[in-house]
């Protein structure tokens, strides 16, 4: 399971093989062999006993402002594999093999946002003709692209595109115009860049305790700090997972409009304290809902364990240099 530490004032310690969580007059536990990951959110104190059964274990901890902005992690080394790594190092520089790769990723995201919209599209009577055009023309062209720029635009192009189609579906109120961040701008784009921010540390979780290093993609180009392998692979999932919790929210009325809070400083736009555990419930209960998605997939699996066999596909690709040997995340 993965604990989510919401609340500025909290401690947490560990007893007997459990992890007790302090909020306050609030105390709860969880047993230690159940435990995943955890989140903290603001200010939450770790006793040092807490951390170091942390690292012996082999448990992440990230820790993000109670805005959702990424601070850093807590991980253990015990995964590390450097033998792995050079391989891995060696694959994103072989051309062929990264463009190979760089495709799929591009290729698979514009199925499954297509797969998504058209899901709602049909749901709300709402006509996007000239939109799935759009989308149809940019995996057409992606499949076709000889090199990373034309590839990366055609991608740029299906997310406005897709975007452009979300906007017009959801209520009135929550209607965006094209994807901002840093800080994102509306309400809608605050769920967005929240989910895709917990969603890559998630990935960087699995990817590390693989022995792969999440600083060395296919895709995304080389940037300092930035876990650009992370990026690449959780573009397959990012309509998937993180557009429809916020689009069942939204479009479920579970969340108001008076649920975000303007940044005066940023001139951003947050989840307040409520709206902030709503989303990361919902999340939490997408990532356990089972899913036959994944090619090749042999029986119903959580979506949080298909990712890990996603990854585990990756390091197939890596070890043998095939680029063909990669399960991707493509809904039907």
Request: contains cysteine.
């Amino acid at each position: 399971m993965i604990l989510y530490v919401t609340s500025n004032k909290a401690k947490i310690s560990v007893k007997d093989n459990t992890f007790v969580i302090e909020e306050g007059d609030l105390i709860r536990s969880v047993p230690a062999e159940t435990l995943d990951s955890v989140l903290l959110f603001g200010k939450t104190e770790l006793t040092h006993s807490c951390i170091r059964n942390l690292l012996i274990r082999g448990i992440p901890v990230t820790f993000l402002s109670s805005k959702g902005e990424y601070f850093g992690r807590l991980m253990s080394t015990s995964h590390s594999n450097i033998a792995r790594i050079k391989k891995q190092i060696a694959c994103t520089a072989d051309t062929d093999l990264r463009m190979k790769m760089a495709k799929q990723f591009v290729c698979n995201k514009i199925k499954n946002q297509t797969v998504v919209l058209r899901a709602y599209q049909r749901t709300h009577k709402k006509k996007l003709d000239d939109v799935f055009t759009q989308l149809r023309r940019a995996a057409a062209n992606a499949v076709s692209a000889e090199n990373e720029e034309s590839l990366m635009g055609y991608e740029g192009i299906a997310s406005r595109s897709y975007f452009q189609g979300l906007s017009s579906i959801i209520h009135p109120d929550f209607r965006f115009s094209g994807r901002t961040r840093r800080p994102p701008k509306d309400a809608f784009n605050s769920m967005l860049s929240l989910g895709y921010t917990l969603l890559l540390y998630e990935f960087v979780s699995v990817i590390e305790s693989q022995g792969l290093s999440a600083y060395a993609g296919f895709l995304h180009k080389d940037r300092v700090n930035h876990p650009t392998l992370a990026s690449d692979l959780m573009e397959e999932w990012r309509a998937v997972i993180v557009d429809r919790v916020a689009l069942s929210l939204v479009l479920g009325r579970e969340i108001s409009i008076d649920s975000f809070v303007l940044d005066e400083e940023t001139g951003g736009v947050r989840l307040d304290n409520t709206a902030m555990r709503k989303f990361l419930t919902k999340l939490e209960m997408k990532m356990k809902t089972n899913t036959n998605y994944l090619q090749n997939q042999m029986a119903p699996m959580s979506f949080r364990k298909a990712i890990g066999h996603q990854v585990t596909s990756l390091v197939r690709v890596i070890e043998d240099r095939d680029p063909d040997l990669y399960n991707a995340m493509v809904i039907r």
